[in-house]
């Protein structure tokens, strides 16, 4: 998994691990494409104050790009 740097700076600004991030690619609440990219959304019930997170990534052949991740403002997600 490879992980961009604005994705990085989000991960510490919003204090995401890498394991939130693959556990909402693994098992979204929601799921969509966006262009080219897919969307995981996931909402932690013991984190992040009960707003979801939102993982835009692209599989590329096995490998996972993670362009960004961050909270979804709304308490939920449509």
Excluded: C
């Excluded at 993982?55 to 362009?67: D, P, Q, R, S, T």
């Amino acid at each position: 998994m490879e992980i961009s740097r604005h994705a990085r700076n989000n991960m510490r600004l919003y204090n995401i691990s890498e394991r939130d991030i693959l556990n909402a690619i693994d098992s979204p609440d929601v799921s969509g494409r966006e262009g080219g990219k897919v969307v995981a959304v996931k909402k932690f019930q013991d984190k992040f104050s009960g707003f979801p997170r939102k993982v835009v990534y692209e599989k590329i052949g096995n490998e996972l790009f993670i362009i960004t991740t961050y909270p979804i403002k709304k308490k939920m997600w449509r």
